[in-house]
């Protein structure tokens, strides 16, 4: 879901917290609510006790924010360490600064 959306994506609520977020559309639908109709949230309702029917946050529902749509696609660990090292002595070299292997 993260990687198939975009900042069009995101929808800015107070519903599932009390405290204005952003929360993916088509997880928000997945719980089984229209995204862009939600009911105004009752801050003085806002309760964080389990047994709530409401959909959990993180859980249920996803939280992003506006740079979503420069996830292109779901790497390992070790793969994107190799890449921020392969960017980074790249970046040295064009700078023309020694690496930290020399």
Wanted: glycine residues 10%.
């Amino acid at each position: 879901m993260i990687v198939d959306c975009s900042s069009d994506d995101i929808v800015y609520t107070s519903l599932f917290t009390g405290v204005l977020g952003n929360y993916l559309k088509p997880s928000i639908a997945a719980a089984g609510m229209d995204p862009d109709h939600l009911p105004e949230s009752d801050p003085s309702k806002t309760s964080f006790a389990s047994g709530s029917s409401k959909p959990k946050s993180w859980k249920e529902i996803w939280g992003s924010g506006q740079g979503i749509g420069a996830v292109k696609a779901v790497v390992g660990a070790a793969e994107l360490v190799d890449r921020l090292e392969r960017e980074y002595l790249a970046a040295r070299a064009r700078l023309g600064l020694a690496t930290a292997k020399e």
